[in-house]
Protein backbone atom coordinates (compact mmCIF):
# COMPACT_ATOMS: atom_id res chain seq x y z
CA UNK A 1 0.00 0.00 0.00
CA UNK A 2 1.85 3.28 -1.19
CA UNK A 3 1.15 6.11 1.41
CA UNK A 4 1.66 9.44 2.05
CA UNK A 5 1.59 11.18 5.05
CA UNK A 6 1.45 14.74 6.16
CA UNK A 7 0.64 16.41 9.41
CA UNK A 8 -2.52 17.35 9.73
CA UNK A 9 -2.20 20.74 11.49
CA UNK A 10 -3.29 23.31 12.06
CA UNK A 11 0.19 24.88 11.66
CA UNK A 12 0.08 28.61 13.04
CA UNK A 13 2.79 30.82 11.93
CA UNK A 14 3.38 34.78 12.67
CA UNK A 15 2.64 37.03 8.97
CA UNK A 16 6.36 37.53 7.89
CA UNK A 17 7.58 34.19 9.34
CA UNK A 18 8.60 30.93 7.83
CA UNK A 19 6.34 28.20 7.24
CA UNK A 20 7.52 24.12 6.87
CA UNK A 21 5.52 21.92 5.89
CA UNK A 22 6.76 18.38 5.63
CA UNK A 23 5.43 14.94 3.96
CA UNK A 24 7.03 11.44 3.88
CA UNK A 25 6.45 8.64 1.19
CA UNK A 26 5.93 5.04 1.63
CA UNK A 27 7.24 4.32 -2.32
CA UNK A 28 10.89 4.43 -2.82
CA UNK A 29 10.52 4.28 -6.48
CA UNK A 30 8.52 7.76 -6.56
CA UNK A 31 9.92 9.99 -9.37
CA UNK A 32 8.22 13.30 -9.17
CA UNK A 33 6.31 14.92 -5.80
CA UNK A 34 3.43 17.80 -5.82
CA UNK A 35 2.50 20.16 -3.79
CA UNK A 36 -0.88 22.12 -4.23
CA UNK A 37 -2.38 24.46 -2.36
CA UNK A 38 -6.56 24.50 -1.44
CA UNK A 39 -8.55 27.34 0.20
CA UNK A 40 -11.59 25.93 2.03
CA UNK A 41 -14.37 25.04 -0.59
CA UNK A 42 -11.98 25.49 -3.40
CA UNK A 43 -9.97 23.02 -6.21
CA UNK A 44 -6.23 22.28 -5.57
CA UNK A 45 -4.22 24.42 -7.57
CA UNK A 46 -0.27 23.79 -8.13
CA UNK A 47 2.63 25.48 -6.62
CA UNK A 48 5.76 23.37 -7.44
CA UNK A 49 7.14 19.97 -8.36
CA UNK A 50 10.20 18.74 -7.99
CA UNK A 51 11.78 15.36 -9.16
CA UNK A 52 15.61 16.31 -8.10
CA UNK A 53 17.04 15.69 -5.04
CA UNK A 54 17.93 19.04 -3.33
CA UNK A 55 16.46 22.22 -3.60
CA UNK A 56 14.14 24.28 -5.95
CA UNK A 57 13.14 27.94 -5.92
CA UNK A 58 10.17 29.74 -6.85
CA UNK A 59 9.12 33.10 -5.66
CA UNK A 60 8.10 32.51 -1.66
CA UNK A 61 8.47 28.98 -2.01
CA UNK A 62 11.21 26.19 -1.77
CA UNK A 63 10.50 22.92 -2.25
CA UNK A 64 13.05 20.19 -1.25
CA UNK A 65 13.20 17.09 -1.86
CA UNK A 66 15.77 14.00 -0.22
CA UNK A 67 14.92 10.41 -1.90
CA UNK A 68 17.11 8.67 0.99
CA UNK A 69 14.95 9.54 3.52
CA UNK A 70 11.71 9.79 1.12
CA UNK A 71 10.65 13.12 2.70
CA UNK A 72 9.84 16.40 0.82
CA UNK A 73 8.97 19.60 2.40
CA UNK A 74 8.09 23.14 1.49
CA UNK A 75 8.95 26.48 2.61
CA UNK A 76 7.25 29.57 2.31
CA UNK A 77 8.91 32.77 3.19
CA UNK A 78 7.55 35.46 4.33
CA UNK A 79 4.35 34.08 5.47
CA UNK A 80 0.96 36.09 4.52
CA UNK A 81 -2.31 35.51 5.48
CA UNK A 82 -3.46 34.50 1.97
CA UNK A 83 -1.33 31.74 1.66
CA UNK A 84 -3.67 30.61 5.16
CA UNK A 85 -5.31 27.10 2.93
CA UNK A 86 -4.32 23.30 3.17
CA UNK A 87 -1.51 22.26 0.97
CA UNK A 88 -1.35 18.87 0.10
CA UNK A 89 1.43 16.91 -1.06
CA UNK A 90 1.10 14.49 -3.86
CA UNK A 91 3.69 11.94 -5.05
CA UNK A 92 3.39 10.29 -8.68
CA UNK A 93 4.15 6.45 -9.31
CA UNK A 94 3.69 4.36 -12.40
CA UNK A 95 1.51 1.23 -12.03
CA UNK A 96 0.83 -0.84 -15.20
CA UNK A 97 2.20 1.34 -17.57
CA UNK A 98 -0.33 4.13 -16.09
CA UNK A 99 0.29 7.11 -14.08
CA UNK A 100 -1.22 8.20 -10.69
CA UNK A 101 -0.62 10.55 -7.72
CA UNK A 102 -1.21 9.85 -4.48
CA UNK A 103 -2.08 12.36 -2.39
CA UNK A 104 -1.27 13.00 1.28
CA UNK A 105 -4.11 14.27 3.47
CA UNK A 106 -2.74 18.08 3.45
CA UNK A 107 -1.65 20.20 6.19
CA UNK A 108 -3.68 23.51 7.52
CA UNK A 109 -1.39 26.54 7.57
CA UNK A 110 -2.93 29.57 9.50
CA UNK A 111 -0.92 32.31 9.31
CA UNK A 112 -1.85 35.60 11.69
CA UNK A 113 -1.21 39.01 11.23
CA UNK B 1 -9.49 30.39 -21.78
CA UNK B 2 -8.33 26.60 -21.48
CA UNK B 3 -9.43 24.26 -19.24
CA UNK B 4 -11.78 22.14 -16.76
CA UNK B 5 -14.86 22.74 -15.98
CA UNK B 6 -17.46 20.52 -13.78
CA UNK B 7 -20.86 20.97 -13.39
CA UNK B 8 -23.47 21.50 -11.70
CA UNK B 9 -21.16 23.06 -9.20
CA UNK B 10 -24.28 21.88 -6.18
CA UNK B 11 -25.67 18.56 -6.62
CA UNK B 12 -28.37 17.03 -4.44
CA UNK B 13 -29.53 13.93 -4.30
CA UNK B 14 -32.09 11.31 -3.09
CA UNK B 15 -31.15 7.69 -2.15
CA UNK B 16 -31.45 5.34 -4.17
CA UNK B 17 -30.73 7.39 -7.58
CA UNK B 18 -28.07 7.62 -9.99
CA UNK B 19 -26.79 10.98 -10.81
CA UNK B 20 -23.95 12.15 -13.35
CA UNK B 21 -21.57 14.80 -12.62
CA UNK B 22 -20.20 16.02 -16.23
CA UNK B 23 -16.42 17.01 -16.55
CA UNK B 24 -14.99 18.75 -19.93
CA UNK B 25 -11.84 19.89 -20.63
CA UNK B 26 -10.05 22.09 -23.50
CA UNK B 27 -6.67 21.96 -22.49
CA UNK B 28 -5.94 18.59 -25.27
CA UNK B 29 -4.69 16.34 -22.42
CA UNK B 30 -4.98 12.70 -23.03
CA UNK B 31 -5.36 12.23 -19.19
CA UNK B 32 -8.20 12.44 -16.88
CA UNK B 33 -9.09 11.60 -13.40
CA UNK B 34 -11.82 11.74 -10.82
CA UNK B 35 -10.87 12.07 -7.16
CA UNK B 36 -13.40 12.16 -3.97
CA UNK B 37 -12.64 14.69 -1.21
CA UNK B 38 -14.33 14.23 2.43
CA UNK B 39 -14.20 16.51 5.01
CA UNK B 40 -10.32 16.53 6.60
CA UNK B 41 -9.11 14.17 4.09
CA UNK B 42 -7.32 14.32 1.60
CA UNK B 43 -8.08 13.22 -2.84
CA UNK B 44 -8.90 9.46 -3.42
CA UNK B 45 -9.00 8.08 -7.01
CA UNK B 46 -11.95 6.88 -8.23
CA UNK B 47 -11.48 6.60 -11.77
CA UNK B 48 -9.00 7.35 -14.41
CA UNK B 49 -8.27 7.15 -18.21
CA UNK B 50 -5.67 7.77 -20.19
CA UNK B 51 -6.89 7.52 -23.29
CA UNK B 52 -10.25 7.79 -25.79
CA UNK B 53 -12.22 4.23 -24.35
CA UNK B 54 -10.07 3.28 -22.39
CA UNK B 55 -9.97 3.96 -18.29
CA UNK B 56 -9.06 1.95 -15.22
CA UNK B 57 -10.63 1.64 -11.76
CA UNK B 58 -9.15 3.79 -8.72
CA UNK B 59 -8.71 2.69 -4.67
CA UNK B 60 -12.30 3.51 -4.49
CA UNK B 61 -14.63 2.91 -7.57
CA UNK B 62 -17.16 0.84 -6.26
CA UNK B 63 -20.82 2.28 -6.32
CA UNK B 64 -19.48 4.25 -9.51
CA UNK B 65 -19.21 4.15 -13.57
CA UNK B 66 -17.54 6.50 -16.30
CA UNK B 67 -17.01 6.39 -19.75
CA UNK B 68 -14.74 8.48 -21.96
CA UNK B 69 -15.93 8.66 -25.87
CA UNK B 70 -14.48 12.04 -26.19
CA UNK B 71 -10.90 13.28 -25.45
CA UNK B 72 -12.91 16.45 -23.95
CA UNK B 73 -15.06 14.69 -21.78
CA UNK B 74 -15.06 12.14 -19.10
CA UNK B 75 -18.59 11.92 -16.88
CA UNK B 76 -18.84 10.33 -13.67
CA UNK B 77 -22.14 8.47 -12.62
CA UNK B 78 -22.87 7.75 -8.89
CA UNK B 79 -24.64 4.72 -8.77
CA UNK B 80 -27.25 3.91 -6.04
CA UNK B 81 -24.93 1.19 -4.68
CA UNK B 82 -22.27 3.90 -3.59
CA UNK B 83 -23.18 3.93 -0.07
CA UNK B 84 -22.04 7.05 1.40
CA UNK B 85 -22.12 9.35 -1.84
CA UNK B 86 -21.91 12.67 0.08
CA UNK B 87 -18.40 14.49 -0.51
CA UNK B 88 -17.02 17.01 -2.81
CA UNK B 89 -15.86 15.45 -6.52
CA UNK B 90 -13.11 16.64 -8.09
CA UNK B 91 -11.88 16.30 -11.93
CA UNK B 92 -8.58 16.94 -13.18
CA UNK B 93 -6.77 16.13 -16.25
CA UNK B 94 -3.26 15.73 -17.14
CA UNK B 95 -0.61 15.36 -20.11
CA UNK B 96 1.06 11.75 -20.38
CA UNK B 97 4.25 12.53 -21.32
CA UNK B 98 7.12 10.83 -19.96
CA UNK B 99 8.54 14.73 -18.26
CA UNK B 100 7.71 15.44 -15.13
CA UNK B 101 6.11 18.66 -15.49
CA UNK B 102 3.24 16.90 -18.02
CA UNK B 103 2.63 14.89 -15.41
CA UNK B 104 0.78 18.01 -13.68
CA UNK B 105 -2.52 17.71 -12.71
CA UNK B 106 -4.81 20.28 -13.34
CA UNK B 107 -8.42 20.76 -11.52
CA UNK B 108 -11.99 21.77 -12.12
CA UNK B 109 -13.52 23.45 -9.58
CA UNK B 110 -15.14 20.60 -8.25
CA UNK B 111 -19.10 19.54 -7.96
CA UNK B 112 -20.23 19.05 -3.77
CA UNK B 113 -22.92 16.38 -4.06
CA UNK B 114 -25.36 15.78 -1.13
CA UNK B 115 -27.10 12.74 -0.60
CA UNK B 116 -30.57 13.93 1.32
Known amino acids: QKEVEQNSGPLSVPEGAIASLNCTYS??????FFWYRQYSGKSPELIMF????GDKEDGRFTAQLNKASQYVSLLIRDSQPSDSATYLCAVRYLTGGYNKLIFGAGTRLAVHP | DGGITQSPKYLFRKEGQNVTLSCEQN?????MYWYRQDPGQGLRLIYYSQIVNDFQKGDIAEGYSVSREKKESFPLTVTSAQKNPTAFYLCASSGTSGAASYNEQFFGPGTRLTVL
Open chain 1, 27 to 32: DRGSQS
Open chain 2, 27 to 31: LNHDA
Open chain 1, 50 to 53: IYSN
